[in-house]
């Protein structure tokens, strides 16, 4: 029996895969959990053999829920289930060691065979994707997750004051990591980096 952990902060998505999971006689969900914070405490009790995880959530993203598992057990096995279905967050995923991606655009039946190859010691990569070896090289690969985290927000059209109060900083920090960001990706404004988002593939499902 694989034993599975779900995260995702949407109570229909997990209800979708209590009913796809529930038919499946060779999996069995042990936990879920609806944040970041709840699954980083859950999972490690309840030692599941793959987690399902979104990768945006209410109190963080897949990437450091990728990372902060793998700290603490570098043989956990992770899908990712997300709207992204392309630009640099998937490779990211991957590259920070995730065993699988899939979009939630496609058929419940990929979820179940992701959970089953990575179960089994393998890798899954949705097809939407274009292959593994597709997968493009961004500009944003260069940012860590909260540099990606504030560049999101920075594009939503977000002033620093409210970017510092949600990520629970200072205005002059959020100074910081705009300047850092920009540097990173040699721009020199939001306009530039909104242009170039566009032409990468990270503004879609921000």
Do not use: W
């Not at 042990?30 to 979104?54: K, R």
């Not at 700290?71 to 640099?88: C, N, Q, R, T, Y």
């Amino acid at each position: 029996m694989i034993h599975v952990f779900i995260v995702d902060d949407h109570s229909l998505t997990r209800a979708g895969f209590r009913l796809v999971i529930g038919d499946a006689i060779d999996i069995a969900i042990v936990g879920e959990a609806a944040n970041a914070a709840d699954a980083l405490a859950l999972i490690p009790e309840l030692n599941p053999d793959v987690v399902l995880c979104d990768f945006h959530l209410p109190d963080g993203d897949g990437l450091y829920v990728v990372r902060q598992l793998l700290a603490l057990d570098p043989f956990m096995k992770i899908v990712v289930v997300s709207m992204l279905e392309g630009g640099p967050i998937p490779r990211q995923l991957l590259r920070a060691g995730a065993k699988g991606y899939v979009t939630k655009a496609s058929d419940f039946a990929l979820v179940l065979q992701a959970i089953r190859d990575v179960a089994a010691g393998g890798r899954f990569l949705d097809e939407a994707l274009g292959g593994e070896d597709l997968l493009p090289y961004s500009r944003f690969d260069l940012l860590s997750a909260r540099e990606q985290e504030v560049v999101r927000m920075i594009i939503r059209g977000e002033e620093r004051r409210s970017i510092a109060d949600k990520l629970g900083m200072s205005a002059s920090t959020v100074g910081s990591y705009r300047s850092r960001i920009y540097e990173k990706l040699q721009i020199r404004d939001r306009e530039a980096l909104l242009r170039l988002a566009k032409n990468e593939g990270f503004d879609g499902g921000l």
